[in-house]
T-cell receptor
Framework: EAGVVQSPRYKIIEKKQPVAFWCNPI?????LYWYRQNLGQGPELLIR????????DSQLPKDRFSAERLKGVDSTLKIQPAELGDSAVYLC?????????????FGPGTRLLVL | KQEVTQIPAALSVPEGENLVLNCSFT??????LQWFRQDPGKGLTSLLL?????REQTSGRLNASLDKSSGRSTLYIAASQPGDSATYLC????????????FGQGTTLQVKP
């Protein structure tokens, strides 16, 4: 079974530029999560999708961040414009209802550096 | 607001030593607690998951305990090996929001040959 796929793996941009991250969850997983992990910290949830619906986006900075999951499968997270403080690892995870609360499968992440 | 804290932030031990990683949380209203492992450049892998009604879980050389009333969990690693070098993260699932994981900041472990 293929795991959660994320691309790109690394991205370097200058501040004020836009950037987008892509995630393909495990086949059949209807719940998808985006996390941000700052250096030396644990991941923090940005947004959670149940199929196409964003059911928890309370931690998403909506002035510059946006996300979509149009067909309930792949998802894209966008930052526009990027700021220096956005440098972090962006992790995508997915889960299935029958696996129990808290069971999430994580992708390798996209490491973003904003110069 | 639930907060999860891990101590120490970093730990270096010689190979073969037994060690304990600590995790504390401020709100005892949790559904479960997990310990994850994170290797550089890779995603998180769940090691052990303890339901709120359980006291401990074991997998191989790993043993995790949970004391919900005091807001504490420990991860015990027996006979450490260089391959155990990684960052270990503790995370809780809040009872009031079972779709969420709240993580500690992690403990980076180095096991020296």
């Amino acid at each position: 079974e293929a795991g959660v796929v994320q691309s790109p793996r690394y991205k370097i941009i200058e501040k004020k530029q836009p950037v987008a991250f892509w995630c393909n969850p495990i086949s059949g997983h209807n719940t998808l999560y985006w996390y941000r992990q700052n250096l030396g910290q644990g991941p923090e949830l940005l947004i959670r999708y149940e199929n196409e619906e964003a059911v928890d986006d309370s931690q998403l900075p909506k002035d510059r961040f946006s996300a979509e999951r149009l067909k309930g499968v792949d998802s894209t997270l966008k930052i526009q414009p990027a700021e220096l403080g956005d440098s972090a690892v962006y992790l995508c995870a997915s889960s299935s209802p029958g696996q129990g609360y808290g069971t999430q499968y994580f992708g390798p992440g996209t490491r973003l550096l904003v110069l | 607001k639930q907060e999860v804290t891990q101590i120490p932030a970093a730990l270096s031990v010689p190979e073969g030593e037994n060690l304990v990683l600590n995790c504390s949380f401020t709100d005892s209203a949790i559904y479960n607690l997990q310990w994850f492992r994170q290797d550089p450049g890779k995603g998180l892998t769940s090691l052990l998951l303890i339901q709120s009604s359980q006291r401990e879980q074991t997998s191989g050389r790993l043993n995790a305990s949970l004391d919900k009333s005091s807001g504490r969990s420990t991860l015990y690693i027996a006979a450490s090996q260089p391959g155990d070098s990684a960052t270990y993260l503790c995370a809780v699932t809040p009872s009031g929001n079972t779709g969420k994981l709240i993580f500690g900041q992690g403990t980076t472990l180095q096991v020296k040959p």
